[in-house]
Protein backbone atom coordinates (compact mmCIF):
# COMPACT_ATOMS: atom_id res chain seq x y z
CA UNK A 1 0.00 0.00 0.00
CA UNK A 2 2.68 2.69 1.04
CA UNK A 3 5.13 1.55 -2.29
CA UNK A 4 1.98 2.12 -4.22
CA UNK A 5 0.78 5.55 -2.76
CA UNK A 6 4.52 6.56 -2.77
CA UNK A 7 4.57 5.51 -6.74
CA UNK A 8 1.65 8.20 -7.57
CA UNK A 9 3.16 10.96 -5.29
CA UNK A 10 6.06 10.46 -7.22
CA UNK A 11 3.72 10.55 -10.63
CA UNK A 12 1.62 13.60 -8.85
CA UNK A 13 4.73 15.57 -7.50
CA UNK A 14 6.37 15.50 -11.80
CA UNK A 15 3.08 17.27 -12.86
CA UNK A 16 4.98 20.43 -11.16
CA UNK A 17 8.28 19.86 -12.97
CA UNK A 18 11.36 17.86 -12.55
CA UNK A 19 13.55 17.40 -9.51
CA UNK A 20 16.43 19.89 -9.54
CA UNK A 21 19.06 17.32 -9.66
CA UNK A 22 17.20 15.11 -12.27
CA UNK A 23 19.28 14.98 -15.40
CA UNK A 24 16.62 15.54 -18.08
CA UNK A 25 17.90 13.75 -21.93
CA UNK A 26 18.16 17.00 -24.38
CA UNK A 27 16.95 16.58 -27.46
CA UNK A 28 17.66 19.58 -30.02
CA UNK A 29 15.28 18.66 -33.04
CA UNK A 30 12.36 18.52 -29.99
CA UNK A 31 9.92 21.03 -29.93
CA UNK A 32 9.70 22.97 -27.34
CA UNK A 33 6.60 22.55 -25.63
CA UNK A 34 4.21 24.70 -24.39
CA UNK A 35 4.16 26.68 -21.42
CA UNK A 36 1.06 27.45 -19.50
CA UNK A 37 1.75 30.41 -17.04
CA UNK A 38 -0.21 29.38 -13.76
CA UNK A 39 -2.59 32.09 -12.56
CA UNK A 40 -3.19 33.35 -8.72
CA UNK A 41 -6.90 33.55 -7.49
CA UNK A 42 -8.08 34.17 -4.12
CA UNK A 43 -10.47 32.04 -2.06
CA UNK A 44 -13.13 32.39 0.34
CA UNK A 45 -10.70 33.30 2.80
CA UNK A 46 -8.96 35.45 1.16
CA UNK A 47 -5.76 32.79 0.66
CA UNK A 48 -3.82 32.91 -2.34
CA UNK A 49 -4.21 29.95 -5.01
CA UNK A 50 -1.79 28.73 -7.75
CA UNK A 51 -3.71 27.27 -10.63
CA UNK A 52 -3.50 26.61 -14.19
CA UNK A 53 -5.81 27.71 -16.88
CA UNK A 54 -9.14 26.70 -17.42
CA UNK A 55 -10.34 24.00 -17.26
CA UNK A 56 -8.76 22.42 -14.54
CA UNK A 57 -9.35 19.24 -12.91
CA UNK A 58 -11.13 19.71 -9.71
CA UNK A 59 -11.89 17.54 -6.79
CA UNK A 60 -14.89 18.61 -4.04
CA UNK A 61 -14.31 17.41 -0.25
CA UNK A 62 -17.45 18.71 0.62
CA UNK A 63 -21.57 18.49 -0.28
CA UNK A 64 -21.87 22.30 -0.54
CA UNK A 65 -18.40 22.85 -2.18
CA UNK A 66 -19.56 20.65 -4.63
CA UNK A 67 -23.13 21.97 -5.56
CA UNK A 68 -21.57 25.70 -5.33
CA UNK A 69 -19.37 24.56 -7.82
CA UNK A 70 -22.29 23.15 -10.20
CA UNK A 71 -24.21 26.66 -9.59
CA UNK A 72 -20.67 28.52 -10.74
CA UNK A 73 -20.43 26.17 -13.79
CA UNK A 74 -17.35 24.60 -13.35
CA UNK A 75 -19.31 20.94 -12.71
CA UNK A 76 -17.78 19.41 -15.72
CA UNK A 77 -14.27 20.08 -14.34
CA UNK A 78 -15.21 18.48 -11.03
CA UNK A 79 -13.55 15.02 -11.38
CA UNK A 80 -14.26 13.69 -7.88
CA UNK A 81 -16.07 14.44 -4.83
CA UNK A 82 -17.48 12.89 -1.25
CA UNK A 83 -20.59 10.87 0.06
CA UNK A 84 -23.74 12.86 0.08
CA UNK A 85 -22.75 15.25 -2.62
CA UNK A 86 -26.01 14.90 -4.12
CA UNK A 87 -27.05 18.44 -5.27
CA UNK A 88 -27.56 19.09 -8.40
CA UNK A 89 -28.16 15.98 -9.84
CA UNK A 90 -25.63 16.28 -11.81
CA UNK A 91 -23.48 15.69 -8.71
CA UNK A 92 -24.31 12.14 -7.82
CA UNK A 93 -22.73 10.77 -11.05
CA UNK A 94 -19.39 12.40 -9.93
CA UNK A 95 -17.23 9.47 -8.47
CA UNK A 96 -16.64 9.72 -4.52
CA UNK A 97 -13.21 8.90 -2.98
CA UNK A 98 -14.19 8.89 0.56
CA UNK A 99 -16.48 11.04 3.28
CA UNK A 100 -15.94 14.26 5.73
CA UNK A 101 -14.39 11.74 8.08
CA UNK A 102 -11.63 9.80 5.42
CA UNK A 103 -10.46 10.35 2.22
CA UNK A 104 -8.77 7.63 -0.28
CA UNK A 105 -5.28 9.19 -0.59
CA UNK A 106 -4.43 6.74 -3.17
CA UNK A 107 -7.29 7.36 -5.40
CA UNK A 108 -7.18 11.30 -4.82
CA UNK A 109 -3.42 11.18 -5.83
CA UNK A 110 -4.05 9.19 -9.14
CA UNK A 111 -6.20 11.58 -10.07
CA UNK A 112 -4.08 14.32 -10.07
CA UNK A 113 -5.98 17.46 -9.59
CA UNK A 114 -5.29 20.75 -10.59
CA UNK A 115 -6.68 21.94 -7.35
CA UNK A 116 -8.55 20.26 -4.24
CA UNK A 117 -11.25 22.56 -3.13
CA UNK A 118 -11.77 22.15 0.38
CA UNK A 119 -14.91 23.55 3.42
CA UNK A 120 -12.75 24.56 6.31
CA UNK A 121 -15.40 23.98 8.91
CA UNK A 122 -16.07 20.34 7.39
CA UNK A 123 -13.49 17.39 7.13
CA UNK A 124 -10.58 15.51 8.92
CA UNK A 125 -8.19 19.12 9.34
CA UNK A 126 -4.87 16.68 9.86
CA UNK A 127 -6.10 14.81 6.38
CA UNK A 128 -6.16 18.10 4.83
CA UNK A 129 -3.11 19.36 6.31
CA UNK A 130 -1.57 16.01 4.33
CA UNK A 131 -3.37 17.07 1.14
CA UNK A 132 -1.83 19.98 1.40
CA UNK A 133 1.53 18.95 2.23
CA UNK A 134 2.01 16.34 -1.05
CA UNK A 135 2.13 19.81 -2.55
CA UNK A 136 -1.80 20.04 -3.99
CA UNK A 137 -3.01 23.82 -4.11
CA UNK A 138 -5.90 23.77 -1.38
CA UNK A 139 -8.76 25.98 -2.06
CA UNK A 140 -10.99 26.79 0.99
CA UNK A 141 -14.68 27.21 0.01
CA UNK A 142 -16.44 28.63 3.17
CA UNK A 143 -20.30 30.63 3.53
CA UNK A 144 -21.03 31.30 7.18
CA UNK A 145 -23.85 33.91 6.33
CA UNK A 146 -25.82 33.07 3.66
CA UNK A 147 -25.04 36.93 2.00
CA UNK A 148 -21.89 35.03 1.51
CA UNK A 149 -22.74 33.13 -1.34
CA UNK A 150 -23.29 35.31 -4.16
CA UNK A 151 -19.14 36.23 -3.75
CA UNK A 152 -18.14 32.60 -3.25
CA UNK A 153 -19.94 31.31 -6.39
CA UNK A 154 -18.17 34.64 -8.18
CA UNK A 155 -14.84 33.26 -6.62
CA UNK A 156 -15.51 29.53 -7.88
CA UNK A 157 -15.88 31.06 -11.39
CA UNK A 158 -12.82 32.66 -11.38
CA UNK A 159 -10.85 29.63 -10.14
CA UNK A 160 -12.69 27.68 -13.00
CA UNK A 161 -12.61 30.59 -16.00
CA UNK A 162 -16.92 30.11 -15.72
CA UNK A 163 -17.57 33.48 -15.15
CA UNK A 164 -20.59 34.19 -16.63
CA UNK A 165 -22.24 31.39 -15.52
CA UNK A 166 -21.12 32.48 -12.13
CA UNK A 167 -22.40 36.08 -12.38
CA UNK A 168 -25.91 34.67 -13.43
CA UNK A 169 -25.77 32.64 -10.69
CA UNK A 170 -24.83 35.19 -8.05
CA UNK A 171 -27.24 37.51 -9.22
CA UNK A 172 -30.04 35.16 -9.06
CA UNK A 173 -29.05 34.16 -5.42
CA UNK A 174 -28.50 38.50 -4.52
CA UNK A 175 -31.86 38.84 -5.69
CA UNK A 176 -33.75 35.87 -3.92
CA UNK A 177 -31.86 36.99 -0.72
CA UNK A 178 -33.19 40.57 -0.53
CA UNK A 179 -36.94 39.57 -1.20
CA UNK A 180 -36.54 37.01 1.78
CA UNK A 181 -35.35 39.55 3.63
CA UNK A 182 -37.57 42.68 2.67
CA UNK A 183 -40.68 39.92 3.51
CA UNK A 184 -39.67 37.88 6.46
CA UNK A 185 -36.65 39.62 8.37
CA UNK A 186 -39.04 42.28 10.51
CA UNK A 187 -41.73 40.54 12.93
CA UNK A 188 -45.38 41.79 11.44
CA UNK A 189 -45.83 45.26 13.40
CA UNK A 190 -42.39 45.42 15.15
CA UNK A 191 -43.24 42.72 17.52
CA UNK A 192 -40.18 40.49 19.35
CA UNK A 193 -38.63 38.17 17.16
CA UNK A 194 -39.85 34.62 18.22
CA UNK A 195 -36.59 32.47 19.83
CA UNK A 196 -35.74 29.47 17.79
CA UNK A 197 -34.16 26.12 18.97
CA UNK A 198 -32.91 24.35 15.61
CA UNK A 199 -32.54 20.62 16.88
CA UNK A 200 -30.12 19.22 14.40
CA UNK A 201 -29.89 15.68 16.08
CA UNK A 202 -31.46 14.00 18.79
CA UNK A 203 -30.26 11.85 21.66
CA UNK A 204 -27.76 13.50 22.88
CA UNK A 205 -29.24 16.98 21.50
CA UNK A 206 -26.99 19.28 18.83
CA UNK A 207 -28.26 22.63 17.74
CA UNK A 208 -26.18 25.48 15.81
CA UNK A 209 -24.52 28.45 17.39
CA UNK A 210 -23.25 31.62 15.91
CA UNK A 211 -21.12 30.92 12.88
CA UNK A 212 -23.50 28.42 11.06
CA UNK A 213 -25.57 28.69 7.88
CA UNK A 214 -28.81 28.19 9.88
CA UNK A 215 -28.44 30.29 12.60
CA UNK A 216 -28.00 33.33 9.84
CA UNK A 217 -31.30 31.67 8.07
CA UNK A 218 -33.36 31.94 11.25
CA UNK A 219 -32.08 36.18 11.47
CA UNK A 220 -33.26 36.59 7.82
CA UNK A 221 -37.05 34.89 8.55
CA UNK A 222 -36.90 37.09 11.69
CA UNK A 223 -36.66 34.61 14.30
CA UNK A 224 -33.57 34.30 16.82
CA UNK A 225 -31.41 31.42 17.14
CA UNK A 226 -31.76 30.64 20.92
CA UNK A 227 -28.25 29.39 21.52
CA UNK A 228 -26.79 31.95 18.58
CA UNK A 229 -24.47 32.91 21.55
CA UNK A 230 -22.58 30.01 21.33
CA UNK A 231 -18.80 30.05 18.92
CA UNK A 232 -19.14 26.48 17.80
CA UNK A 233 -21.19 25.51 14.39
CA UNK A 234 -23.02 22.70 16.02
CA UNK A 235 -23.25 22.82 19.79
CA UNK A 236 -24.22 19.33 21.93
CA UNK A 237 -26.35 21.06 24.75
CA UNK A 238 -28.14 19.22 27.51
CA UNK A 239 -32.15 19.86 28.18
CA UNK A 240 -31.11 21.72 31.42
CA UNK A 241 -29.92 24.42 29.24
CA UNK A 242 -33.00 24.44 26.42
CA UNK A 243 -35.30 24.81 29.60
CA UNK A 244 -33.23 27.62 30.71
CA UNK A 245 -33.30 29.52 27.46
CA UNK A 246 -37.14 28.16 27.29
CA UNK A 247 -37.72 28.51 23.62
CA UNK A 248 -41.17 29.66 21.87
CA UNK A 249 -40.81 27.36 19.11
CA UNK A 250 -38.59 23.81 18.48
CA UNK A 251 -37.75 22.89 15.20
CA UNK A 252 -36.78 19.32 14.71
CA UNK A 253 -34.39 19.44 12.33
CA UNK A 254 -34.47 15.84 11.47
CA UNK A 255 -32.97 13.23 8.47
CA UNK A 256 -36.79 12.32 6.46
CA UNK A 257 -38.89 9.77 8.59
CA UNK A 258 -37.31 10.61 12.18
CA UNK A 259 -38.88 14.19 12.58
CA UNK A 260 -41.94 12.80 14.22
CA UNK A 261 -39.99 10.86 16.68
CA UNK A 262 -37.99 13.78 17.35
CA UNK A 263 -41.03 15.80 18.20
CA UNK A 264 -42.72 13.01 20.42
CA UNK A 265 -39.53 13.23 22.86
CA UNK A 266 -40.11 16.87 23.64
CA UNK A 267 -43.47 16.12 25.16
CA UNK A 268 -42.04 15.22 28.49
CA UNK A 269 -40.80 18.53 29.02
CA UNK A 270 -44.32 20.33 29.66
CA UNK A 271 -42.73 22.82 31.41
CA UNK A 272 -41.41 24.53 27.91
CA UNK A 273 -43.13 27.08 26.55
CA UNK A 274 -42.67 25.52 22.79
CA UNK A 275 -43.90 22.75 24.35
CA UNK A 276 -47.25 24.04 26.11
CA UNK A 277 -48.66 26.02 23.07
CA UNK A 278 -47.73 22.90 20.60
CA UNK A 279 -44.92 24.55 18.81
CA UNK A 280 -42.71 22.02 18.36
CA UNK A 281 -42.63 20.83 14.79
CA UNK A 282 -40.47 18.48 12.33
CA UNK A 283 -38.91 20.54 9.74
CA UNK A 284 -37.17 17.73 7.09
CA UNK A 285 -36.47 20.19 4.37
CA UNK A 286 -32.47 19.03 3.94
CA UNK A 287 -31.83 22.05 1.90
CA UNK A 288 -31.18 23.97 4.70
CA UNK A 289 -28.86 21.72 5.75
CA UNK A 290 -26.79 22.18 2.52
CA UNK A 291 -23.92 25.28 2.56
CA UNK A 292 -24.46 25.58 -1.15
CA UNK A 293 -26.71 27.73 -2.76
CA UNK A 294 -29.90 25.48 -2.19
CA UNK A 295 -29.82 26.58 1.46
CA UNK A 296 -32.04 29.39 -0.12
CA UNK A 297 -34.88 27.18 -0.63
CA UNK A 298 -34.55 25.70 2.45
CA UNK A 299 -34.34 28.99 3.96
CA UNK A 300 -37.56 30.14 2.35
CA UNK A 301 -39.41 26.83 3.58
CA UNK A 302 -38.01 27.72 7.43
CA UNK A 303 -39.51 31.12 6.91
CA UNK A 304 -42.67 30.17 5.87
CA UNK A 305 -42.92 27.26 8.99
CA UNK A 306 -41.85 30.14 11.10
CA UNK A 307 -44.80 32.69 10.05
CA UNK A 308 -47.20 30.00 10.53
CA UNK A 309 -46.06 29.22 13.87
CA UNK A 310 -45.29 32.82 15.37
CA UNK A 311 -47.80 34.56 17.61
Avoid at 59 to 88: I, M, N
Avoid at 162 to 174: I, K, N, S
Avoid at 208 to 227: E, Y
Wanted: with cysteine; aromatic share 4%; hydrophobic share 45%.
Amino acid sequence: MRVILAAHLAVFAGAWGTPANAAAPVNPAAPTPAVHPRRTVSDDLGHAVSVPPPPLRIVSLSPGATETLFAAGAGGQVVATTAYSDQPPAARAVPRIGDAVAIDMERLVALRPDVVVVSPALGNPAQLAKIGGIGMPLYQQQAVKLADLPPSVRRLGALAGTQAVAEREARELEVRLAALEQRYARPPGGGKRPSVLLQVWNRPIYTIGRRQLMSDALSLCGARNVFGELPEPSPLVDIEAVIARNPDIILAVAPPGEGAAWVADWKRFGALAAVRSGRVVAFEDQALSRAGPSVIDGTEDLCRTLARLSP
